[in-house]
């Protein structure tokens, strides 16, 4: 890794070797990560790609600054150095591989300091907020994390209307609260409950009976609530994409793509009857990819 003044950044399989360009290190840090987003990445053109890569691999740093380092003092300490590389890698001066990788086609997409701020700050809530009174709160944390990393990439998979925001915020939202449903367990066990305390008071489930990962009919009517309204999300998401010029929806296949893979690991979940307290629900690297590749080659979600 580079000298740099203050705190090491965080690098997670492994620092940047002597011989890895920043190109090779975020895609070895997008792979490594088994993501569904990457496999939607694989049916862009080449420079798409290397994009979307690279901004990926800048979310999952920062992401894992939170979800790797046990110490908050140390987590914010690391999350303010990213706060002042992204200030000066639009500055001309990137240090990290990650920023030299994604600087190049920052100008080309419409990326701004500002997108890459936001997603900083919805890390750094996770790190002073475990919980959440009401939806609308729960809703600004799933913007900053999801809504803005939607629009970077709706911008970066050509998007040419200024309504398609709006669908990728809508979309954006509907994966975080995917996300939410399968790791309500996990997430316990980190001592966070994403799930809004309003709701779980409408639904009579304590925060205990989740970090105790005791299920009820209680608690399966709760993660109804929460999955019924994903659904909700996604509908209006593709609903609204039908309303954009044809380039649009064709750019977007990619985000169809994702939908397509998390909407199917909902109903999986949704399947099981909500196991979710004490196992992760994933889908394999083969069914992802077919679904990615349904999606690319005959257009079903």
Not at 54 to 70: K, L, T
Request: aromatic content about 10%; some cysteine.
């Amino acid at each position: 890794m580079h000298n740099l003044r203050g705190p090491e950044p965080p690098a997670r399989h492994g620092t940047i070797t002597p011989h890895m360009t920043p190109e090779q290190y975020v895609q070895q840090k997008a792979a490594a990560s088994g993501s569904s987003f990457y496999y939607a990445f694989l049916f862009l053109p080449r420079e798409r790609r290397a994009a979307i890569t690279a901004f990926y691999a800048f979310c999952r740093e920062v992401d894992d600054v939170v979800d790797e380092v046990s110490d908050p003092g140390v987590a914010a300490t690391k999350l303010a150095w990213w706060q002042g590389e992204v200030a000066q890698a639009f500055a001309g001066q990137p240090t990290h591989p990650v920023m030299q990788a994604l600087m190049p086609h920052a100008a080309l997409h419409g990326i701004e300091a500002q997108h890459l701020q936001a997603v900083i700050e919805g890390c750094r809530m996770d790190l002073e907020q475990t919980r959440y009174l009401d939806f609308a709160g729960l809703a600004r944390y799933c913007h900053l994390v999801a809504g803005v990393v939607g629009e970077v990439a709706a911008r970066i998979f050509g998007q040419t209307d200024a309504r398609t925001t709006e669908y990728a915020h809508k979309l954006g939202l509907a994966f975080q609260l995917t996300n939410i449903i399968r790791d309500v367990g996990e997430d316990a066990m980190r001592g966070r409950i994403y799930l809004p305390i309003s709701e779980l008071q409408q639904f009579d489930v304590r925060a205990h009976e989740i970090t105790k990962r005791e299920y009820s009919e209680r608690f399966t009517a709760l993660m109804r609530f929460q999955a019924e309204r994903a659904h909700r999300l996604y509908d209006e998401a593709i609903a609204l994409l039908q309303t954009l010029p044809k380039a649009d929806r064709r750019a977007q296949k990619p985000g169809l793509m994702m939908a397509s893979i998390y909407r199917t690991l909902l109903r999986e979940i949704e399947a099981d009857g909500f196991q979710v307290l004490h196992q992760r629900t994933s889908l394999t690297p083969l069914r992802k990819f077919w679904l990615a590749w349904k999606v690319q080659a005959l257009g079903i979600l």
